[in-house]
């Protein structure tokens, strides 16, 4: 395999929330640039699963490896700090730096059966029919997690003037995204996004965010929903191996960018070659 298929051999990257979806999918499309990716989450084959859901992190570390890349399996809760630190400490001492980061954790619909949380409250039920909990649950998996993660590995790309955090949530451009809480927790982690692009620009590093369309995930498939997904978890991934593989990637620092609009933009095409439009929610 030539250098030109192989962009990101030689790039150290760590995909957070790993263990299937979206975070999946960016592992996998990192591994098939040539990129080494340490790979995250919580379900795994020696212990607990979230969900009781059959796929784990080192499932998709494998799938790194077959892809063409190196894949590095770790276990770790991203909303616990210690557990934060000590994989950025792990990363830091195994390889010398992490020039990519994609955090792809989120929680938020952890429970969910389809129709209802474990709080009894529906999807889209008006907010004063939602137990605020739920927002804690949501912000902790979410923004609060990404923070973690953001915050450790910040001073070693700061001191080297380089690198790239990529947050991973789902931007309607204003639009209402149907459901209070869904919609406040996928707002903040935007806002951290913005707030990271502004701080970070000086010192060389640049934080982004990646919004994706309807995906064709483990879950929207056992569903039954995958005539509705738009799109695959490569998708994500090639835009996100485009990012890393632009020198001149800080032009987007702060923003979130849509998969559909990158793919135009880079020439990728999902997994089928098709280039999916963005996707809006219906007015």
């Known amino acids: 395999m030539s250098e030109r298929d192989r962009p990101l051999a030689g790039r150290i990257c760590l995909v957070a929330g790993a263990s299937r979806g979206l975070g999946r999918g960016i592992a996998r499309a990192l591994g098939e640039a040539g990129a080494t990716v340490i790979v995250t989450g919580r379900s795994s084959e020696a212990g607990p699963r979230t969900d009781q859901r059959q796929e784990t992190f080192e499932d998709a570390a494998r799938e790194v490896e077959a892809a063409g890349g190196k894949g590095h399996p770790y276990r770790c809760d991203h909303t616990n700090e210690r557990e934060v630190d000590g994989l950025v400490s792990w990363c830091l001492r195994r390889f010398g730096r ?5 955090d792809a954790v989120w929680g938020g619909n952890e429970g969910y059966d389809g129709e209802r949380y474990p709080d009894g409250s529906a999807f889209g039920a008006p907010f004063w ?4 909990a739920r927002l804690g649950q949501s912000f902790e998996s979410g923004v609060y997690a990404q923070l973690l993660l953001a915050r450790a590995v910040a001073p070693a ?3 080297m003037r380089k690198g790239l955090i990529v947050t991973v949530g789902f931007d309607t451009a204003g ?7 869904y919609d406040l927790a996928q707002a903040a982690m935007h806002r951290l996004t913005l707030a990271m692009g502004h701080e970070l ?6 934080a982004l965010g990646l919004s994706p369309g309807h995906v064709l ?6 569903a039954g929903l995958g005539t509705e997904a738009s799109e695959t978890p490569a998708y994500a ?3 996100v191996a485009a990012l890393l593989h632009d020198a001149e ?3 987007h620092a702060g923003q979130v960018l849509h998969v559909a609009d990158l793919a135009r933009d880079y020439g990728f095409t999902d997994r089928d070659g098709s280039q999916p439009e963005r996707f809006s929610i219906p007015s």
Do not use: S
Request: glycine share 14%.
């Open 129 to 132: 029919r939602r137990p605020v």
């Open 98 to 102: 992490l020039d990519g980061v994609v």
């Open 157 to 159: 790309m700061v001191q």
């Open 217 to 222: 995930t483990e879950r929207v498939r056992d």
């Open 175 to 181: 639009g209402y995204l149907g459901d209070v809480v």
């Open 249 to 251: 990637v800080a032009r």
């Open 237 to 239: 991934g090639r835009a």
């Open 201 to 206: 620009k000086p010192f060389g590093v640049t």
